[in-house]
């Protein structure tokens, strides 16, 4: 059985993006989940929330039941940063210090979101690691790629049906969580994708990427391996992304303007 999901942050009212990629996930999946991903608590809010429901069940969708709320999962993910305890290492620096060390260098490696981390905290002690933490500085926990990679081997990911070899040092030593934020999204993702019983992701192309170090990370965990289906990314007539503050093109605007969830369709 096809499994697929969608999964909305509630940091703005969904838009014609987000009504494409639900009814792709929905017409993909003989089995289609929702997910709320409000792990970060200082942007996500509950009246997101309910427009969320209220406008996906004005597109016509539903959704198996329960739908899963990442703010409710953190001590899911504590486990799963415990079961990753071999491959993480305690990270340090702040912004600033992440910058001027790429300034520094001679090339600093680019990754898709931008410069990758250059490792500095890969290489401290278990001593200093200890007396850090002990003083209660500050840190995020990084994976460390290649010894990860090194230890699972060659991996591969399915996309739109075809198998790619994985790029696990693509995003370099990802965060994985901090200190005011249990997991990263690559992490939460990787979890509940697994839970949910996810067998399919689609979502934007904007995401493909990221299918890289979240295969990773499920070989690391032991979990199954989804397929993949990126799907292309509604534009505006700039051929911009639509951005949650383009206002015009929320789906609670546009019924308000008298489109139909057909005229949607259509139009998308
Ligand atoms: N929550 C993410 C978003 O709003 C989607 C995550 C995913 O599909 O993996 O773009």
Redesign the pocket.
């Known amino acids: 059985m096809i499994v697929t999901?969608f999964?909305?942050?509630p940091t703005g009212y969904l838009h014609l993006g987000h009504a494409f990629a639900a009814w792709t996930a929905a017409r993909a999946g003989e089995r289609f989940l929702l997910r709320i991903?409000d792990l970060d608590q200082g942007r996500a809010r509950e009246d997101f929330v309910a427009a969320i429901f209220e406008d996906l069940m004005w597109l016509g969708l539903s959704w198996d039941e329960p739908v899963l709320r990442q703010s409710r999962r953190f001590e899911a993910y504590r486990a799963a940063l415990e079961q990753l305890s071999h491959f993480t290492y305690p990270c340090f620096c702040t912004r600033k210090e992440i910058a001027d060390e790429i300034a520094r260098a001679a090339e600093a490696p680019q990754g898709p979101d931008g410069p990758l981390y250059p490792g500095t905290c890969r290489h401290l002690s278990g001593d200093e690691r200890q007396s850090r933490m002990a003083r209660g500085e500050s840190y995020a926990v990084r994976l460390d790629a290649a010894k990860a990679a090194e230890t699972v081997g060659p991996l591969t990911l399915i996309e739109h049906g075809e198998a790619h070899a994985v790029q696990p040092l693509l995003f370099g030593d990802a965060v994985l969580a901090r200190k005011d934020m249990p997991a990263s999204?690559h992490l939460a993702?990787v979890v509940d994708d697994a839970f949910q019983g996810v067998s399919l992701?689609t979502?934007?192309a904007d995401?493909k990427p990221?299918a890289h170090v979240q295969r990773l990370l499920q070989a690391l965990l032991g979990y199954p391996a989804p397929a993949y289906a990126h799907h292309r990314l509604i534009l505006d007539k700039a051929g911009r992304k639509f951005s949650k503050r383009d206002s015009a093109v929320t789906l609670r605007e546009l019924r308000a303007g008298g489109m139909t969830p057909a005229g949607i369709d259509a139009m998308l």
């Open positions: 999901r999964a909305p942050s991903e999204y993702v992701v979502r934007g995401l990221a």
